[in-house]
């Protein structure tokens, strides 16, 4: 038998591999539950790779997860080569509860970096459903809801994160029932602004790998995978999935662990700028030897390098470059400067009990593995930019300061030059000798002493031999009170809450609004809405404090009279028109409890509310509270009650952060539906974050009352001070200790 002959037989034995973990090698994970006892699989151990026994408990039913007789086999025109040894056996569910039994395995190692992963499953009725989960991020051990889960749900394909901030993925009529699914999938951890990239494939040619059915990039479920479990069970139907041939690798040869197809790997590239091009260097290395993954598959017989290099700009096909001889794991090229391309390494194989009459890829004995498709970018002429400028927001008479972190790419960068964008003009360059900037031709600009003619858009541009490149131009903006409606009987005229702020934001009132003592003392400081009529409620107007700082506080007063009897949601305040998903943000009772007596501040960001602190219905309609909600884009976001951090979390909303939906003062929705039931005073919105100590001020100039926002460690009696009263109690404690010596 010759070399050409053999590769399928080698493949045929990749089962062989899954006995293979050498200590110090990345990790190999799998379980194929041949070698499983029949009855439950809870309490039982085998496979390779793991750290203790399948555990766990039933989750909402009676029924197991059961060792069931049989292997899977995965369609052939995958070409999925792993294969089993031992009793032929699978799992199948037996629970007909929502979420049915789950089991999990604590690896010995974590799976980090790339992460690939496969399993065999088949819907044996309609109802059938069977997966996968891991990491399990609230660390119970069974199966939950915020788990991270790949699975099957009767002829739909769910990949589920929407418990880890992210967006799910469900695709219709992807399983048939009664047939074998080849289900593959990979995991880049952080590849995403710190999220995870999951994609997911099914039934592909692992020898010819395409696009992804599912490709995620918006859940974040930690740095690595260190705990895998099986989810399996019915809904109407039974039975259950059948599940088979587990395997989890991050190897450099992790494909191969999973698949048994074994490509070529670790592409990269190396340059070196040779006048108006660059000299590139292509490399990678053979496919793994699947009986000994230490070393090159001598199977391979050429290494086929396809690429674009040449293409016309509209040609998106990778064409063959050079057949190359399995030794040779690199390619020197010559290409274009400020160019991006993509290059694949195909590996070329005899089809199993066959010869090649020529070595090529058009022998109809030819079998080829591809790699993945490698892109990247060569040298860059122009200056790149590295990180542009920020946003500033400052108050007026503060400095503001912008800068341009850039990099001239083959060629120094010898000059910069701030502008100030046009207002539906030309850009305007900042001259050298203009007295309210600094530094406008480095790449450090500060606007001096800033005033509301300084707002607007500032960008650097950045110069080398080869031309000049522009940062994007980041927003000077002034810290101040976008809207403040004290609902004072004083400031109210012509049917309007007067904005006492300066940005002229009146709010139109409905119907005669009824004045009552404010928190201040003053007998016509507040306004009363009784819940059932929509007099005194308000529209301030469609303008968004989060469309240009994406920031903003929340101030106001609120006395909550309690139920309103009407079994409706309250809202003191809304940014909503009518339909939810026009909503930016609101405070109001609980979504869930319509009459309850918590305040929530919603802030639509997918994942419900953050903040929850109870409105107290003290009977006597006099007491307020003060409430100040910061949120913020980077988050986290914060609420305090009477002057004190009391919540913080949350995130950005990602429904309506600017939307043109009016702010509804007393109810929650542009129809004065969701009316509140209580009293409102001194509402007062700002485009930035106040912190705690202007918070804090707030609350004390309506109260007389001071809160500590900072308090020292030493400080044993709680006045917000070390003070010799607290060197006494430490003195005091120390001589009762009994420490102390006569």
């Not at 992804?212 to 809904?235: C, E, H, K, Q, T």
Request: proline content about 5%; hydrophobic content about 35%; glycine content about 12%.
């Amino acid at each position: 038998m010759n070399r050409k002959q053999a590769v399928w037989l080698r493949m045929a034995a990749l089962g062989c591999l899954l006995c293979w973990v050498s200590a110090g090698q990345a990790q190999v994970v799998y379980d194929n539950f041949n070698d499983k006892a029949a009855g439950d699989l809870r309490g039982q151990g085998g496979g390779g790779g793991w750290e203790n026994v399948w555990a766990g408990s039933v989750s909402g039913g009676t029924g197991t997860i059961d060792i069931s007789t049989g292997d899977l086999t995965a369609p052939a025109e995958t070409h999925f080569a792993l294969v089993q040894s031992g009793t032929p056996q699978s799992i199948q569910g037996t629970s007909s509860s929502i979420r049915g039994d789950s089991r999990q395995v604590a690896l010995a190692a974590p799976l980090e970096g790339s992460v690939w992963f496969s399993f065999l499953v088949r819907n044996d009725s309609d109802g059938s459903r069977g997966g996968i989960y891991f990491n399990d991020p609230q660390g119970v051990g069974d199966y939950t809801p915020s788990d991270p889960r790949i699975t099957t749900s009767g002829h739909q394909l769910k990949v589920l994160v929407t418990q880890n901030g992210g967006q799910d993925s469900v695709l219709d009529n992807i399983f048939v029932t009664g047939r074998t699914a080849l289900v593959l999938g990979r995991v880049d951890f952080n590849a995403a602004a710190g999220n995870e990239r999951l994609r997911v494939w099914i039934d592909p040619d692992v020898a010819a790998l395409a696009e992804p059915l599912v490709d995620n990039a918006s859940g974040d479920f930690g740095d690595r995978i260190d705990l895998v479990g099986v989810m399996d069970y019915y809904s109407g139907s039974s039975p259950g999935a059948t599940i088979d041939m587990l395997t989890l690798s991050d190897n450099a040869w992790a494909y191969m662990d999973v698949t048994g197809v074994s490509p070529a790997y670790d592409l990269a590239v190396s340059q070196i700028p040779s006048g108006d091009q660059t000299q590139v260097t292509l490399t990678w290395k053979t496919a793994r030897d699947p009986l000994n993954p230490i070393q090159d598959d001598s199977a391979v017989l050429k290494h086929l390098l396809y690429a674009d290099f040449y293409n016309g700009p509209t040609d998106p096909n990778l064409v063959l470059l050079a057949s190359l001889e399995p030794e040779q794991e690199s390619f020197l090229v010559d290409l274009p400067l400020d160019g991006a391309y993509r290059f694949r390494v195909d590996e070329l194989r005899a089809k199993p009990g066959t010869v090649l009459m020529e070595e090529s890829p058009d022998d109809p004995n030819a079998f080829v593995v591809a790699s993945e498709t490698f892109t990247f970018e060569t040298l860059k002429s122009l200056p790149q930019v590295l990180s542009d400028p920020n946003n500033a927001l400052v108050f007026a008479g503060e400095d503001a300061v912008f800068e341009l972190i850039a990099t001239g790419g083959i060629n120094p960068i010898t000059a910069y030059q701030w502008y100030r964008t046009g207002d539906g003009a030309s850009d305007r360059l900042l001259g050298a000798g203009d007295p309210n900037y600094a530094g406008v031709q480095t790449n450090r600009l500060i606007v001096l002493a800033a005033d509301e003619a300084d707002e607007g858009g500032y960008y650097c541009r950045a110069t080398n031999a080869g031309g000049s490149t522009n940062s994007q131009p980041a927003t000077l903006a002034l810290k101040k009170m976008l809207a403040r409606w004290t609902l004072d009987a004083d400031d109210f005229a012509g049917g309007r809450y007067l904005d006492q702020s300066a940005a002229g934001h009146d709010a139109v009132v409905t119907g005669t609004p009824t004045f009552v003592a404010g928190p201040d003392g003053d007998p016509d400081g507040a306004v009363a809405i009784d819940g059932v009529s929509a007099a005194g409620s308000a529209n301030g107007g469609t303008w968004s404090a989060l469309a240009s700082n994406r920031r903003m506080t929340l101030s106001l007063w609120v006395d909550w009279y309690g139920p309103s009897g009407t079994g409706v949601h309250q809202r003191p305040i809304a940014k909503r028109d009518i339909d939810w998903n026009t909503a930016a943000w609101n405070l109001g009772n609980d979504g869930a409890f319509p009459d309850s007596s918590n305040c929530v501040f919603n802030n639509y960001n997918g994942s419900g509310t953050f903040a929850d602190e109870p409105l107290v219905d003290d009977g006597d309609r006099t007491t307020f509270q003060h409430y100040v909600f910061v949120l913020v884009e980077e988050g986290p976001c914060r609420l305090y009650l009477n002057g004190t951090l009391e919540q913080t979390g949350g995130g950005w909303p990602t429904y309506a952060p600017g939307a043109a939906s009016p702010i509804n003062i007393g109810c929650g929705k542009s129809d004065s539906t969701m009316l509140f039931h209580g009293a409102l005073s001194d509402i007062r919105i700002y485009n930035y974050d106040l912190s705690a100590a202007e918070v804090a001020r707030l609350y004390y100039d309506v109260t007389g009352q001071g809160q500590c926002v900072d308090r020292p460690a030493a400080d044993i009696d709680g006045d917000c001070a070390v003070t010799l009263s607290d060197v006494k109690a430490l003195l005091d404690h120390w001589l009762d200790s009994g420490m102390s010596q006569p």
